[in-house]
């Protein structure tokens, strides 16, 4: 039992990792490749950060529908 909820707590993280990625690399496209740049302030990336509240509060509301 111990080994089962192992493997299920880390099937859990490297897929939450991958989504993650997903998510940043789905934003990029979006955005034409300005969301991250060198420059961190050009890049605007304070509205990345918006952008997870309200995928949060998406999924939130599909909770409960």
């Known amino acids: 039992m111990k080994s089962i909820g192992t493997?299920?707590?880390l099937s859990a993280w490297?897929?939450?990792y991958f989504?993650?990625?997903l998510l940043?690399?789905?934003s990029n496209i979006a955005t034409q490749g300005n969301?991250?740049?060198h420059?961190?302030?050009r890049?605007?990336?304070d509205n990345f950060y918006v952008m997870l509240p309200?995928?949060?509060a998406f999924n939130f509301l599909a909770f409960f529908v």
């Open 43 to 45: 890049g605007k990336l």
């Open 24 to 26: 940043v690399s789905t």
């Open 35 to 37: 969301r991250l740049q």
């Open 54 to 56: 309200v995928l949060g």
């Open 7 to 9: 493997r299920l707590i």
């Open 39 to 41: 420059d961190l302030n």
């Open 19 to 21: 989504l993650s990625s």
């Open 14 to 16: 490297a897929m939450g």
